[in-house]
């Protein structure tokens, strides 16, 4: 009902309401949505000129879960405010019942109708590949954005890691790692990187680690080291981390809401 409402406005936000239970599959811009997907695209007049207007070096996007009984994730998409204080700013919305590269790309392609004259430097998620693919697919520009990894995710993909080392170990290596990532001189950053390889090569009962960090980063050091993003004025997604936070623990008192609105 609140949906059909906000669609009667002159200015509509709703860029999408697919509900579930539809008869027949609908084809959207290649999409293809089965009846039991849901979709639901939110963008005020307000935030499509955010959009516009602060896109330019970076954009961040992030879902979190259990912001209602539905289990549907909230992705938000975000760009920092050039402003004296460089807050964050949730230009567009999606809520789904999945978040793969389809109902991702449908998102973009539906915000890239309204914006087309966006261009971005970069583009920040975790590391789930959908989101990076389903940019560049649905946002054609002369050079492809940047794949950052938001730090967040990175450090808690270590931590989960991090039982491969031995127990006498796990803190020191922790420790190096965080270092790593937060160093701002590129030098000292490769001499350190260098030094950490060694040490875990030193000692056979760390080579699964040392295996793991290679394999999935010491080969990309240029998304996840911040000596790599200094002229991009941002770290990590804790803009958009913050502002699910808002909702799940402000105005959903940390328990799962009931309806989606």
């Given at each position: 009902r609140r949906v059909h409402g906000l669609q009667s406005l002159d200015e509509n936000p709703i860029l999408l309401y697919k509900p579930q239970g539809l008869n027949t599959t609908v084809k959207l811009m290649d999409s293809q949505l089965s009846d039991d997907d849901f979709a639901l695209i939110i963008q005020t007049k307000y935030q499509s000129d955010c959009f516009k207007l602060f896109s330019k070096h970076f954009v961040c996007v992030d879902s979190t879960h259990k912001t209602s009984g539905y289990q549907f994730p909230l992705t938000t998409l975000l760009v920092l405010v050039a402003d004296s204080w460089g807050e964050g700013m949730p230009v567009a919305w999606l809520i789904s019942n999945r978040e793969d590269f389809t109902m991702i790309r449908l998102f973009f392609r539906l915000l890239y109708e309204q914006s087309p004259e966006v261009t971005t430097a970069a583009l920040m998620s975790d590391d789930a590949e959908q989101y990076?693919?389903?940019?560049?697919?649905?946002?054609?520009?002369?050079?492809?954005?940047?794949?950052?990894l938001c730090k967040w995710h990175v450090k808690r993909a270590w931590t989960e890691n991090i039982a491969k080392l031995p127990l006498e170990d796990r803190s020191e290596v922790m420790k190096i790692l965080h270092m790593l990532c937060d160093e701002l001189d590129e030098a000292l950053f490769n001499e350190s990187m260098n030094n950490f390889l060694e040490y875990l090569t030193a000692n056979e009962q760390r080579h699964a680690f040392r295996d793991y960090f290679c394999n999935f980063y010491a080969n990309r050091t240029e998304t996840w080291a911040s000596c790599h993003r200094t002229n991009l004025q941002i770290n990590t997604n804790t803009y958009v981390e913050s502002f699910h936070k808002v909702i799940k623990y402000k105005y959903l008192k940390a328990t799962n809401n009931k309806r989606l609105d």
């Open positions: 990076y693919k389903s940019w560049v697919d649905a946002f054609p520009q002369l050079e492809q954005p940047r794949k950052l």
